[in-house]
């Protein structure tokens, strides 16, 4: 098994998360990339990918923190707070946080980032909210927040359903450009249809 990011490791095509207990035999959970938008980003091979063991992250559309949980397993000396505004996916997201000391919930609408304001510095937003302006919401944080770095799963329908998806991604691409952020790189997952990971930092020299 090959370790190919902090806690990811790799074997044939398969990928898994270790988890080290005290006094106990690591863990090696299998991630499957058909369940986990990151996953299938990992299992391209990302140049640009901005997680690592030190990492403290905004997640925004936590869910009921199936992937977030992933997300606090690779940044082990770091910390991820979960945003996610609805009871049904916050109540099984709570017990997930009640079970990973570095995973804080945070019950909010991402479009209202005042509300979480008194979160600690973050170094990455990820995003992953299936709404007309995603673009829009990721923005709003970034400059809130100022991370730095930060990957915005990117679901064009949601955005525009008459349009090439390709446009849509573009068009995000461009407003992301427009307001002080690089594009590092865009990965096309694959089982996710019409779905990209957008990878991007703070402009260099901005
Ligand atoms: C695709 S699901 C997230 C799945 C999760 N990221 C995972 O991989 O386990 C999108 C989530 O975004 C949440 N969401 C929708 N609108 C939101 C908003 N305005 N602010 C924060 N989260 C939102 C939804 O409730 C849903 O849980």
């Not at 959970?29 to 140049?47: F, H, N, R, T, V």
């Not at 809130?144 to 446009?167: H, N, S, T, W, Y």
């Not at 461009?174 to 779905?195: C, F, W």
Request: with cysteine.
């Amino acid at each position: 098994m090959r370790e190919i990011f902090d806690n990811v490791y790799q074997e044939g095509g398969a990928l898994f998360t270790k988890t080290a207990l005290p006094r106990a035999k690591d863990v090696y959970e299998p991630w499957d990339p058909k369940k986990s938008k990151l996953a299938a980003m990992i299992a391209e091979g990302p140049e640009h990918f901005p997680l690592n063991r030190r990492s403290h992250v905004l997640y925004l559309g936590a869910g009921a923190g199936s992937t977030a949980r992933r997300v606090a397993i690779m940044c082990t000396e770091g910390v991820v707070y979960c945003v996610e505004p609805f009871p049904t996916p916050f109540q099984r997201l709570l017990s997930v946080c009640e079970r990973h000391e570095n995973m804080v919930p945070v019950m909010a609408d991402a479009r209202s980032p005042e509300r979480y304001i008194f979160i600690a510095p973050v170094d990455c937003i990820y995003q992953d909210i299936a709404q007309p302006d995603q673009a829009r919401i990721f923005l709003l944080n970034w400059k809130v927040f100022e991370p730095g770095r930060g990957v915005l799963m990117v679901k064009a329908r949601c955005i525009d359903a008459a349009r090439e998806p390709q446009r849509v991604f573009d068009d995000v691409k461009t407003a992301l450009e427009g307001n002080g952020l690089d594009v590092l790189e865009s990965i096309p997952l694959p089982y996710y249809r019409g779905h990209e990971a957008i990878v991007v930092r703070k402009a260099q020299g901005r």
